[in-house]
């Protein structure tokens, strides 16, 4: 059974991430050639004054220095 665990930054629409889903879904099912039912994906969303990449925050204004 694949388990598909991702993680996201907060800011996309519903209607994208379900369709993000399913699309990874429908990957994962097709080239591990594993029954669609058995494929398991979770997304959580992360709030982007949460997640950093060095010390620069995704909720730091662009062109910010920090």
């Known amino acids: 059974m ?3 665990h991702v ?12 369709a993000f ?3 990874v ?8 050639d594993a029954p669609l039912s058995s494929v ?4 959580d969303e992360v709030p982007a004054a949460r997640f950093a990449v060095g010390d620069r925050l995704k909720s730091d204004p662009p062109g910010d220095g920090a």
Not at 7 to 18: K, P, Q, S, W, Y
Not at 40 to 43: K, L
Request: aromatic share 4%.
């Open 2 to 4: 694949p388990l598909i």
């Open 25 to 32: 879904a429908r990957t994962a099912a097709r080239t591990l």
């Open 40 to 43: 398991r994906v979770w997304v």
């Open 21 to 23: 889903i399913r699309e």
């Open 7 to 18: 993680t996201l930054v907060e800011g996309r629409d519903d209607a994208r991430v379900e």
